[in-house]
């Protein structure tokens, strides 16, 4: 039988104006960002928790803290892939991340695919086996006035 894990992942980020907004690896053209001590890519610090979290592994901060000054404006890809390296080295295949992304604005639906594939070649899985989701908090909340973003992400793992 195989070991199969479920893990689950949550952040959230602050907006502000004139930062860069990464999100699910990439670059969207927008005239604000996340405050964040790395590039604030909400998205994929959710996946590292959902992935570390299957394996009880413990979650970014504890590998990546925000204290740090050798993880300051770091590409949150590289944490993806040094997370994904752990769950290599313990054995264990990702199996497919399903992600939900609640942001007022930018609308995400003509970035998911290309979310997708950034995080899938980060991960060395395949598309098919990444899910995103977008959705806005109907202008309710922190999000809804456009003051942050929440990200909730679960992972399977396999070995």
Known sequence: MEDIRIGNGYDVHEIAPGLPMWLGGINLDCPFG????????????ALCDALLGALALGDIGHFFPDTSDE????DSKILLGKVSEMIGSKGYSIGNVDITI??????LAPHINEMRDCLASVMGISPARVSIKATTAENLGFVGRG????VWATALVFR
Do not use: M, N, T
């Not at 996340?34 to 610090?45: E, K, L, P, Q």
């Not at 993880?71 to 770091?74: F, L, S, Y």
């Not at 609640?102 to 609308?107: E, F, G, N, R, S």
């Not at 003051?147 to 929440?150: A, N, R």
């Open 34 to 45: 996340f405050v964040a001590h790395s590039d604030g890519d909400v998205a994929i610090h």
């Open 71 to 74: 993880w300051a404006g770091v």
């Open 102 to 107: 609640a942001l007022q604005k930018p609308k």
């Open 147 to 150: 003051e942050g973003c929440q």
